[in-house]
């Protein structure tokens, strides 16, 4: 299992367009991920779960993954949360 803390750059937080991507981009490793904000925790590969933290831009949050890409997917999550563009 991996852990990353990561500060969210979005200039709106992980609301519905970004948060779509963000789940999308999860879903293609097979690691199990997760995302944890203040003790909660939902399913990275959840948009429900996701929405549901409620994350606005500037807020720590804990990406967890544990699989044979894990490496990976915490990279590559962790990039997307602090330089994805909505434009």
Same mark, same amino acid.
């Given at each position: &299992? !991996?852990?990353?803390?990561? #500060? #969210?750059?979005?200039?709106?937080?992980?609301?519905? /367009?970004?948060?779509?991507?963000?789940?999308?981009?999860?879903?293609?490793?097979?690691?199990? !991920?997760?995302?944890?904000?203040?003790?909660?925790?939902?399913?990275?590969?959840? !948009? &429900?779960? #996701? &929405?549901? *933290?409620?994350?606005?831009?500037?807020?720590? !949050?804990? *990406?967890?993954?544990?699989?044979?890409?894990?490496?990976?997917?915490?990279?590559?999550?962790? /990039?997307? *949360?602090?330089?994805?563009?909505?434009?």
């Amino acid at each position: &299992m !991996i852990e990353k803390k990561v #500060v #969210v750059n979005l200039e709106h937080g992980l609301h519905a /367009r970004p948060a779509t991507q963000f789940v999308k981009l999860a879903s293609s490793f097979k690691s199990e !991920i997760t995302i944890e904000k203040e003790g909660k925790t939902a399913a990275a590969k959840s !948009i &429900m779960g #996701v &929405m549901a *933290l409620a994350v606005a831009k500037g807020t720590e !949050i804990l *990406l967890k993954a544990n699989g044979p890409d894990e490496n990976e997917a915490v990279e590559a999550l962790g /990039r997307f *949360l602090s330089e994805y563009s909505e434009s």
